[in-house]
């Protein structure tokens, strides 16, 4: 079900805006290549094997002026395995992205239409508690 955000208006009538944002299609990724879309803000990866990310901005067009973000759900082998991002991300914490059965949420941001990134660890869940 979408936000619906309650609007004011004349006595007894109300007007509402959905926000398409609040429900996100998850992506399910096949390869390391994160195909960025402005519909879509949430991938989904079970790598195998080691595996480097790419995040791929080509079909966003000319966004230089522009925010871009998506988040990153990694949901880890065990053991775990090698994981590698472009060299182009600050982060906030370095990650370590070194146990095994547990999925992973990253979260990326980018000022610039995709040239330097922000990247954080969110949150973590699954695995042995």
């Not at 982060?91 to 146990?99: A, K, R």
């Not at 941001?109 to 869940?125: F, H, P």
């Amino acid at each position: 079900m979408p936000f619906i955000k309650p609007g004011g208006g004349a006595a007894g009538a109300t007007t509402s805006t959905v926000f398409d944002s609040a429900r996100q299609s998850v992506v399910r990724l096949t390869d390391g290549i994160i195909p960025l879309s402005r519909t879509k803000s949430a991938y989904s990866s079970e790598p195998m094997e080691n595996i480097e990310y790419i995040f791929d901005v080509s079909d966003l067009g000319d966004l230089t002026d522009k925010c871009i973000t998506f988040e990153l759900h990694i949901e880890m082998p065990d053991p775990a395995i090698v994981i590698t991002f472009p060299p182009n991300i600050d982060w906030v914490i370095t990650p370590e992205l070194d146990t095994g059965d547990v999925t992973y949420c990253l979260v990326f941001r980018s000022m610039d239409g995709g040239i330097s990134w922000v990247g954080n660890l969110a949150y973590t869940y699954g695995g042995v508690s």
